[in-house]
């Protein structure tokens, strides 16, 4: 599966997700008498909608959140999925110089590290992309692509 698919299925997601909180939000604000409107108000602040207004966000930001940790735990990711996630290479230092670094640890590739690579072509010391993904990450830390299969 490509990048598009990953962020097709995140959008599409996200927009499923948008759409059930605005109708939830608005059977909840057409059910309640008490919001005054603007032209009702001439833009004084009651303190009653304000409380209203404070709940509806704190609502908000637990329900996004709420959603966001069901999205990170829906499949455990254990050694074997990642052995099959992951291509290995023995690194051999080349003559020209170039430091060549994992952008995990920061710490140069040496002769004879074996080394991870992911389905997006990424590379990792092998040791450092499993510890990245036992930890529940579930993405390239470079190009953010998914990494759990399908």
């Known amino acids: ?18 759409t059930e909180f605005i109708d939830d939000v608005t059977t909840e604000i057409e059910s309640d008498d008490d919001i ?9 602040i ?8 404070l709940g509806l966000l704190e609502d908000i930001l637990l329900y996004v959140e709420g959603n966001e940790d069901e999205d990170e735990n829906d499949e455990e990711v254990t050694e074997e999925i990642i052995g099959n996630m ?18 995990i640890c920061q710490c140069e ?9 992911l389905e997006c072509q990424h ?7 499993k510890e990245w993904l036992l930890k529940g990450k579930r993405s390239c830390p470079i190009c953010r692509s998914s990494v759990l299969p399908s």
């Open 1 to 18: 599966m490509g990048l598009d698919y990953h962020i097709y299925n995140q959008q599409s997601s996200f927009d499923q997700l948008t």
């Open 36 to 44: 005054t409107t603007e032209s009702e108000s001439d833009n004084d």
């Open 46 to 53: 009651d303190i009653d909608d304000m409380i209203y207004l």
């Open 86 to 103: 992951i291509k290995t290479r023995i690194h051999r230092d080349t003559d020209d110089g170039e430091e060549i670094i994992c952008v």
């Open 109 to 117: 590739y040496e002769d004879d590290e074996t080394i991870g690579t």
């Open 123 to 129: 590379e990792y010391h092998e040791s450092c992309i």
